[in-house]
């Protein structure tokens, strides 16, 4: 008697193009290919959206979690990748009936742990273009070779077939009986169709709902962005602007003096001349010719006096301009080896801690826990409150903003006293929500400032 193999659950992953599913391997080698095993190179540089299903004997569904891997150029994935599948499929709310009962879904909309949220994505419900169908008819082609259970009924043999007797026969139920069971469980069947259509369509209306606020708040971002971009390149144009108005100012001031210069000098020259013409021509010849003389004396003078000064200011910059390029020189030397020596100083521990399995996680209101790669260590470093807005798709004022109203959720608005509201308010707990002058007003002072809007 040869021992037979029982078919078990099956754990497996499904990656998903454009096209739909376009790899399916066991969990096994998913993990061989997380541990560097083997790479995926037609995954090169790309975000793929991933699938862990597992699938009962008779290939139905029964846990589903949808997430993101990266893969780098050479198609290896992200080695700071750490998501903890299993414990997300048993810890996951219910999903639509794949055909073995409401499956455990995990997805961005329905994530039991808020801080893998981000890592998630939500599978189309679109008549046409149903993920969760894909997937359904994926594991019924078993591409993967899985051991399948036996549904047929086991025959009995005719020898052990026993017959009643006669007077132990009873007749057949009343046909009312027979309508009534069949009408309760069509109405069980009815009811249970609708409770899971409702589920689907909760779970989509979700997960547009979602998709519509990631999207709004990117649009909010990239407008605020281009609009600060405008108001600089503004601000830059009106600075400009009026440092040309004080150069042709302050040009206008010179013509003007020296025009009074040469009014004067014209002047006085003109007296000079006719005093002279009235002592005599002869008289005027000799002054022309020392004033002339004179004149050109001087006029020598300055010019080899201007050459000297030149030469001197020549031979000054000359030697200025050696001693810049050995400082020069010098300073680039030593940021090279300050450049060096903290590089092999830092970065050669935080890549070691990368290969033993440390992740960088931080949290920041809003945002959550953030898993950091080693790549964005420095960016992090140099303004984390950046890196957190980018992470909740708002800019950095507007998270600053919303941070104060989430530390102290009260109202900032001025009463005629000066003095804050400070009435407690409702705290808004997405990033993306909050809206200056109505998130952190109270009913009254969010009313007037809506009325003030209206008016203006």
């Known amino acids: 008697m040869s021992m037979q193999i029982k078919p078990q659950m099956v754990e497996a992953v499904m990656f998903f193009s454009e096209r739909g599913i376009c790899k399916e391997m066991l969990f096994p080698e998913f993990e061989a290919l997380l541990d560097g095993v083997v790479n995926m190179p037609e995954f090169a540089d790309e975000q793929m959206r991933v699938v862990f299903v597992m699938i009962n004997p008779r290939l139905l569904i029964r846990a589903a979690v949808f997430f993101y891997l990266d893969f780098d150029e050479k198609g290896s994935p992200d080695s700071g990748w750490n998501l903890p599948l299993r414990h997300l499929a048993e810890r996951a709310g219910r999903g639509p009936d794949l055909g073995a009962g409401p499956i455990r879904l995990a997805c961005r909309s329905q994530c039991p742990v808020s801080w893998h949220q981000m890592h998630l994505w939500d599978p189309s419900l679109a008549p046409g273009n149903n993920d969760l169908v894909l997937l359904r008819d994926a594991a019924k082609r078993n591409a993967l070779g899985l051991l399948v259970e036996d549904d047929?009924?086991?025959?009995?043999?005719?020898?052990?077939?026993?017959?009643?007797?006669?007077?132990?026969?009873?007749?057949?139920?009343?046909?009312?009986e027979v309508a009534e069971e069949l009408s309760e469980k069509l109405d069980q069947e009815h009811r249970l169709k609708t409770a899971q259509l409702i589920k689907q369509q909760r779970l989509r209306i979700t997960s547009l709902s979602q998709q519509a606020e990631d999207e709004l708040a990117k649009f909010k971002l990239a407008s605020e962005e281009q609009s600060k971009n405008l108001q600089g390149q503004i601000h830059g144009l009106h600075q400009a602007l009026r440092q040309q108005e004080e150069l042709n100012a302050s040009l206008k001031a010179q013509l003007v003096a020296q025009a009074d210069g040469f009014q004067k000098s014209r002047e006085e020259m003109t007296r000079q001349l006719r005093a002279i013409e009235t002592h005599g021509r002869t008289e005027t010849d000799i002054l022309r010719t020392q004033f002339e003389a004179e004149s050109q004396a001087k006029v020598a003078a300055a010019v080899v006096e201007y050459k000297e000064q030149i030469a001197i200011r020549d031979m000054e910059l000359a030697y200025r301009n050696e001693q810049d390029a050995q400082v020069q020189q010098e300073l680039e030397r030593l940021r090279r080896e300050r450049e060096e020596s903290a590089r092999q100083s830092g970065d050669q521990i935080l890549e070691r801690l990368a290969k033993l399995g440390m992740v960088f996680v931080v949290y920041h209101p809003g945002a959550g826990h953030l898993t950091i790669p080693l790549q964005d260590i420095a960016r992090y470093q140099d303004n984390p409150m950046v890196y957190a807005a980018a992470k909740c798709f708002v800019s950095e004022t507007q998270y600053?903003?919303?941070?104060?109203?989430?530390?102290?959720?009260?109202?900032?608005?001025?009463?005629?006293?000066?003095?804050?509201?400070?009435?407690?308010?409702?705290?808004i707990d997405n990033p993306s929500r909050f809206v200056v002058g109505d998130s952190n007003c109270c009913a009254r002072h969010k009313a007037s400032a809506s009325r003030l809007r209206t008016v203006s």
């Open 152 to 176: 047929s009924a086991q025959s009995v043999a005719p020898e052990r077939l026993q017959m009643a007797s006669e007077d132990t026969w009873h007749a057949p139920d009343p046909a009312r």
């Open 400 to 427: 600053r903003q919303w941070l104060m109203h989430y530390q102290q959720p009260s109202c900032e608005a001025p009463l005629p006293s000066g003095e804050r509201c400070a009435m407690p308010i409702d705290r």
